[in-house]
Each structure stands twice: as structure tokens, then as C-alpha cells.
């Protein structure tokens, strides 16, 4: 018997090869870009995970109240690690580590690299598993003089990681460095770590580094706690909520936990309140996924049940003869299992196909990898796909009466007529539905791409201060200035990020219960020119005026905030020390468009850089560079000329942004092309059962047009009602992800009317091939055939 239904299933896809290719194309490639988005889904979902202490291992963060809401950051007294770990019972390990890992100079002899590296304390690989392959993980960071470097990082400086732990190198950051001895050597974190190391240095080091800057009013630096077993972290919070203030009186900052492993897709918060974050993208796509092999599977639907009138005496002749509905429907529903498993084949061929171009995109290094979880993934989800496409069918076909159908009366034919058609509405209602958000999605990174910012990122190049660069930086920027199609040339913090704010900013009239953030940042003469951010009253620093060390300038934010009129002249108090505001610039994008301008403040530093950035004239970059690289070499030999265009910093703002849009263009345009493929497949079936009209109308004297028009207008009001129940969803999901950006576009009817064209467009193009060649045929023939 089970030979006997797999030689009717081969000869039902012998039979109707169109429809087969048509099924096999569409839910292969359904399948296809569902697996592709499972693997980038898991990996996603996998990031941090694979910390032995996962369920315990929690960071503290941190709410500041202020008066334009609570903020929540990941940063925390340096002092509060420690302090825990001792008055907390709940606590086994605590860590800290320095606020973001950052990039130092690692000498060893001659031989100059730039590494990514932080300051943590002891414990850390006591709480987090990054395994040692040379050390002891209780004692590699118990001296401030120690460095552990990664397997990577040995290879570079010494070609092995033989015999490496003892020797001596060299760090250096800024002005700070000195000799340090490796005690241990760590494996390369994996690809899985949202933080990536080079090499490790003591904690006391950074208390060393930054003097009286230790302390609670300050919060720069990062917590991780290891947690008893059994700790209730809600209990745990509600315990320490009012710990900082505490140990700081007058402080508006409340302490948290989350679990670590959160923080990758849970990174967003508003007004303290936890609000997404890269778990939304996960949601997104895994959501496109469905809706993708949804539409493959309407596909096999739809072609399954419009070709029943073929197969209606095949039903009639096996019931009388005893075929229970029951054996129909594991028949029929063979055939659904059977496509869906060949479908899975050559999905799995398109996968290696376009897993390359796939990584490019979304910037990961994934691999198609048959483990476990993705044998079971792939398998689940074509029987899945198998039960969803060959269900209806099943019921529908097995459910003739064989007495009606051997008679030729067949009941029902309406109802499946009608559920066909609601089956093409929910496809097409999906596809506008893409198409609406990919041209939402790529008008608002034109938006960003185009905005104008308050300062000119164009044709600025940075790079770090070290070396004889940091040791003679106002000589090495003098010659810089120099040199052919150098505009100009200054040195400060680079421009696009978060700078570290600040809450020790006093004024007159200011209510002491407000604890004000602003974001500062130090600055060299010349920068804000160099940036080209416009002043608004005031003027900038300038030697023409003697030390500008005790001045200010703000932006119109930060006197906004104040409530300041006539601010020039005027005197705040800034860390104890008396400061003269000079000058006011413009509000300027300093962050990305999703934040609204926060207050800041430039103050001067002439000594301590850590970048150098260097304007070039527009169309001699190539020249530029290549002189400046040049004379880079000869000033500070050993060190290598790595810089990097501003540009590129802004673009990775919106790094996330970009992938989507990319990937939105593709899924979507892979959703209309399945769509359309079931509805080439429709249109040429009911061109084909109405070949006897056709001729009949054609011999009466119906135009090509006519007998076009009746062919394309079912569909075409099938189509539109998709545009209609799409655009109201559609306009809901765009609005829901454009309120993600402080600063966006406006929704424009031409949108949504647009995609509607689009879809409308692309279903005539396809039906009417299928309407002008039924059109085409001879009636005589088409007599003669039927």
C-alpha cells in the first residue's frame, strides 16, 4: 500500500510539473530564508550565554533622576564592587572593570601594537568564562603589575604562546603607561562575546591611573556580580536601591541588577523602564520568517485545491471502492510532506549558496553547521511546513462524496473558491506589508545619511595620540597643518559618541534637589573649527586670549537647561573650580538620531588628547593622506599610521539600521516573488479551465483586450483588497519602529499609496502573461481541445 501511494504521488507531480516546479521554487525558498534568519536568530539569542555562571551572573546599573527623566546607564562607582562584596551575603564574587574597553599601544621591544583592552579586578575569571590556557585564574590579576594576554595577542608579539608567561611588555594609553609582566594567557573570546579583549590589566592600575577620581560621586566604572544560588534579584534589588545614596549624600542615582547575558538584546531603556533593544530586530525578522514560508505554504494550498477538479474521479473511484478519509488524507497529505522534505533539499543547497553574501551583510561570521539544534530546527520546521501546506488540501479533497463526484455534482466548489481567494488576499496583504516598511525603512536612513548634524563629518580622518605623538603633540600638529590639502588640524575626544557626563556643574539660580547631567568633553584649540560647528554668540577657544583653562563653552541645549539669558561672561562652578562661559555653539548631533540632544560643555585640554583629527581639502585625500602617512612615519617611528574617516563612525551608528534595510529588501522582494509565483500558477489554471469560454467568446466577437480584462480583473480586485487591509497595518508597524528615532521622518500618503502601485503593478505583469497567451490561442483550437 505505501508503494502503491508513492507511485500515485510521483505520478500526480509527473502529471502537473508546472505545478510542481511552482511548489518545489516557492517553498524552497521559503524554506531557505528561514533557515538563513534561524541561524542569524540563534546566534543572536546565543550572545553571552556561554558563561558557566550564566544564571548567576548579574551587572549593576544604574537609574540617575533628573529633571529631564531617569537615565539609565551601565556605570557605577569604582568603589562599589568592593563595597557589596563585603556588606552583601548574597554576593560570591564581585568585578569591577573599566567603563568601556579601550585601544592602548602594546610595545614589546620595537614591535608597537594597537590591542583592545581594559582594567578589572581580580575575580573576573572567577565570574566570567574565558578560559586560561597558562595561569592561575585566582592569582593572574592579584598584582597591579600584572597583564593577561590572549592567545591571539601572544602570537602577534611573540609568534607562540610558548614559554610567554614571565616576559615583560609595555602598555601605554594616552600619557599613562609602564612595563608589565604576563602572568596568564586566555583563549580568544568566541564570536558569541558581545566584548572582546586583547589583553586584561589590574583594576588598581585604573585607581592609579585616574587618582582622586575613585570615588561615589562618580561613576566610571562597570559591576558584575556572582550571586548565591537561590537569590531573588528582585528581593536583591529592593535591597540595594538606596545603597549609592547611602554611601553619597545628595545623590540621584539608584543601583540595579540585570542578568549579564541580557544586556546584548535588552540594551534599551526608557525613563528607567526597560524598552527593547536588539531583541526587537530579533523579533522582526523571525516574524518575516513566518510570514515568508506562510506565503510559500498558500502557494501549495491554493495550486493543491485549484486543481482538484482533475482529481475529483480519483477520489470518487477509491472511495467506492473502500478508501476511508482517513487513508485519503495521509495520502494527500504524503504528497505535502513529500514536496516539503525535496523542498528542504534544495534550501539547504541555497543556504550554502547565499551564506557568504549573508555574512556580509549582517556583519557575523555564521557557518551551516548540522548540530543538534539545527538538525532538529530544519526538521521541525519542514514538517511544520508540510502540515500547514498539505492540510487543507487533504481535508478538501478527501472530504468528495462519491456518489456526487461519479455523478459530476459536486457541493462546496463556492466554498473553496472563496477560501482560495482570502488565501491570496493574506499573501498579498503580507507583501504590501514588506514593501511599505523597506520604503519607510530606506527613506529614514536617507534621513540620517543626509540630516544636517550641526558639524561637517565630511573629509575628517583621525587617529590616536602615542608615542613621540603624544609626547610633542603641538609640534607634530603644527607640521601637520603644513602639509598640502591639510585644511586644518587639532586634537580632543572624537566627536561621535558618548562622552562621559557629569553631574558637578553648579550655577546660579540653580535648584539644589536637580542633579543635571551634561556630557563634557575636552577639546585642543582649533577643534570646534575643525569640526565646523557653528557659534551661535561667544567665540571659541583662542591663544589670541591668553590660557582659556578656566573657560566654558556650551550648547544651546545646556543654556536651555539652565535657564540662562545673556550667558557670555557669566560664571559657573564646575568640580569646585570657578569657569567662565565664552562662547555658545549650535545645537549639534554629537550622538545618533535615535537620542535627543543632551547638554554639553567643551572644555580645553591642551595636553591629554587621545585622538588627532585632520581636516582635508575635498578631492586631494589620496595626496593627503599619503603625505601625512609619510611624515606620520618619520615623526614617530615604530607606531603604525591607522586612522579612520568620521564618516565611518556615523555610519556605525546606524550599523543596525543598515543591515535592516538590507535584509528587508531582499526578504521582501523574495516574499513578492512568491506570491507571484502562486499567482502565475493560479492565473494560468483558470486560463486553462476556461480555454471552451474563451473560444466560445472569441468566435462572438471578444477583443484580445476583452478576454485580457477577464482574466485579470478577479485578481485584480483580489489585489486590491490586499492594499487595502495592508495599509492601515502597515502604517501601524512603521510608526511603532520610527518612534525608535528622537528625530525621523514624516509619514507621507505617497508611501503607502507607492507600495499599493508596486504590488498592484507586479500581479498584473504576472497575471497578464498568463491573460495575453490564453488570449492568443485559437478558438478553433481551443473548441477542439476541450
Keep these: 500500500m505505501f508503494r502503491h501511494s508513492l507511485l500515485l504521488i510521483y505520478r500526480n507531480f509527473k502529471r502537473f510539473r508546472s505545478t510542481f516546479f511552482i511548489n518545489l521554487i516557492g517553498l524552497s525558498t521559503g524554506l531557505a530564508c528561514t533557515l538563513l534568519i534561524y541561524l542569524w536568530v540563534n546566534d543572536e539569542l546565543s550572545v553571552d550565554k556561554f558563561h558557566e555562571k550564566d544564571s548567576q551572573l548579574f551587572q549593576v546599573m544604574t537609574n540617575h533622576d533628573n529633571a529631564e527623566g531617569i537615565r539609565t546607564w551601565e556605570g557605577t562607582p569604582g568603589l562599589m564592587a568592593e563595597a557589596l562584596k563585603e556588606e552583601m551575603p548574597e554576593v560570591t564574587y564581585a568585578v569591577s572593570s573599566s567603563i568601556i574597553p579601550d585601544m592602548f599601544t602594546i610595545s614589546e621591544g620595537r614591535n608597537h601594537i594597537r590591542a583592545a583592552g581594559q582594567f578589572v579586578s581580580k575575580d573576573f575569571f572567577n565570574a566570567f568564562s574565558y578560559p586560561l590556557i597558562q595561569g592561575d585564574k585566582d592569582q593572574v590579576l592579584s598584582d597591579k603589575n600584572a597583564i593577561v594576554i590572549s592567545e591571539s595577542l601572544a602570537r602577534k608579539l611573540f609568534n607562540t604562546t610558548e614559554n610567554v608567561v614571565g616576559k615583560t611588555i609595555s602598555w601605554q594609553i594616552l600619557h599613562y603607561g609602564k612595563p608589565v609582566t ?14 572582546q579583549y586583547d589583553f586584561l590589566l589590574s583594576f588598581e592600575e585604573f585607581r592609579d591611573m585616574i587618582g582622586g577620581g575613585i570615588h561615589w560621586g562618580n561613576q566610571n566604572a562597570k559591576t558584575y556580580l556572582i550571586l548565591r544560588e537561590g537569590t531573588d534579584p528582585k528581593q536583591f534589588n529592593r535591597k540595594i536601591a538606596g545603597f549609592i545614596k547611602r554611601k553619597s549624600e545628595g545623590s540621584n542615582v539608584t543601583p540595579f541588577i540585570k542578568p549579564y547575558s541580557d544586556n546584548y538584546l535588552y540594551g534599551h531603556y526608557e525613563n528607567g523602564v526597560q524598552a527593547g533593544g536588539r531583541i526587537e530586530y530579533v523579533k522582526l525578522f523571525s516574524m518575516i520568517a513566518l510570514f515568508i514560508l506562510v506565503i510559500a505554504c498558500i502557494n501549495f494550498m491554493n495550486l493543491s485545491t485549484a486543481k482538484a477538479s482533475r482529481r475529483i474521479k480519483e477520489v470518487g473511484i477509491k472511495k467506492a471502492m473502500g478508501a476511508s478519509r482517513e487513508s485519503l488524507v495521509l495520502q494527500y497529505m504524503g504528497e505535502a510532506m513529500l514536496m516539503a522534505f525535496a523542498s528542504l533539499v534544495l534550501a539547504l543547497v541555497l543556504v550554502e549558496l547565499l551564506l557568504s ?4 551583510i549582517i556583519g557575523k561570521q555564521l557557518a551551516l553547521s548540522f548540530d543538534t539544534h539545527f538538525v532538529l530546527a530544519a526538521l521541525g520546521t519542514t514538517l511544520l511546513t508540510g502540515l500547514l501546506a498539505g492540510s487543507y488540501p487533504a481535508l478538501y479533497l478527501s472530504g468528495f462524496k462519491p456518489a456526487a463526484v461519479l455523478r459530476g ?5 463556492g466554498g473553496e473558491l472563496w477560501a482560495r481567494k482570502g488565501l491570496v488576499v493574506f499573501q498579498f496583504t503580507l507583501s504590501v506589508i514588506l514593501i511599505v516598511s523597506v520604503l519607510v525603512v530606506y527613506k529614514q536612513i536617507a534621513y540620517v545619511q543626509t540630516r544636517n548634524l550641526g558639524y561637517n563629518k565630511d573629509n575628517i580622518i583621525y587617529f590616536s595620540v602615542e608615542g613621540n ?50 556630557q563634557t568633553v575636552a577639546v585642543n584649540y582649533g577643534m570646534i573649527e575643525t569640526l565646523g560647528i557653528s557659534l551661535k554668540e561667544g567665540r ?27 550667558p557670555i561672561g557669566k560664571v559657573v562652578n564646575l568640580w569646585g573650580e570657578d569657569k567662565q562661559i565664552i562662547g555658545v555653539v549650535k545645537d549639534f548631533h554629537f550622538q545618533s538620531l ?53 564618516n565611518e563612525d556615523y555610519q556605525e551608528l546606524y550599523a543596525a539600521e543598515q543591515r535592516v534595510a538590507a535584509l528587508s529588501r531582499y526578504f521582501a522582494g523574495l516574499a513578492i516573488m512568491i506570491s507571484c509565483l502562486g499567482l502565475f500558477g493560479l492565473a494560468a489554471f483558470t486560463a486553462e479551465r476556461r480555454l471552451k469560454e474563451i473560444g466560445v467568446r472569441k468566435v462572438l466577437g471578444a477583443s484580445e483586450f476583452n478576454i485580457v480584462y477577464l482574466l485579470s480583473s478577479d485578481f485584480t480586485k483580489l489585489v486590491l483588497a490586499s492594499i487595502l487591509a495592508a495599509l492601515p497595518l502597515s502604517f501601524l508597524l512603521v510608526s511603532y519602529w520610527l518612534d525608535n528615532f528622537a528625530y525621523r521622518i514624516e ?12 504590488a ?14 490564453a488570449a492568443r490561442i485559437n478558438p478553433a483550437q481551443c473548441l477542439k481541445d476541450v
Design 594 to 646: 535615535h537620542e535627543h540632544i543632551k547638554p554639553l560643555f567643551f572644555r580645553l585640554e591642551t595636553e591629554t588628547s587621545p585622538k588627532v583629527m585632520v581636516k582635508i581639502k575635498a578631492g586631494r585625500e589620496r595626496e593627503a593622506i599619503e603625505r601625512l602617512q609619510e611624515f606620520y612615519t618619520r615623526f614617530n617611528p615604530g607606531y603604525v599610521f591607522d586612522y579612520k574617516f568620521l
Design 357 to 360: 553574501p549573508f555574512n556580509q
Design 182 to 195: 604576563i602572568t596568564g594567557i586566555f583563549k580568544d573570546a568566541p564570536s558569541n562575546s558581545s566584548e
Design 409 to 413: 455534482k459536486l457541493d462546496g466548489l
Design 760 to 773: 498592484l503593478l507586479i500581479a498584473w505583469f504576472t497575471v497578464g502573461m498568463q491573460a495575453i497567451k
Design 747 to 758: 509619514l507621507e500618503a505617497w508611501y503607502f499609496i507607492s507600495a499599493g502601485l508596486a
Design 469 to 518: 605623538v603624544q609626547e610633542s603633540l603641538e609640534t607634530f600638529l603644527a607640521e601637520v597643518r603644513r602639509l598640502p590639502g591639510v585644511v586644518s588640524a587639532s586634537s580632543g575626544g572624537n566627536i561621535i559618541s558618548d562622552y562621559g557626563s557629569t553631574i558637578g556643574l553648579e550655577w546660579e539660580g540653580k535648584n539644589p534637589d536637580d542633579a543635571v547631567a551634561f
Design 540 to 566: 571659541a577657544f583662542s591663544r589670541d586670549f591668553g590660557a582659556d583653562t578656566s573657560k566654558l563653552i556650551f550648547n544651546e541645549a545646556a543654556v536651555k537647561t539652565m535657564g540662562m539669558k545673556d
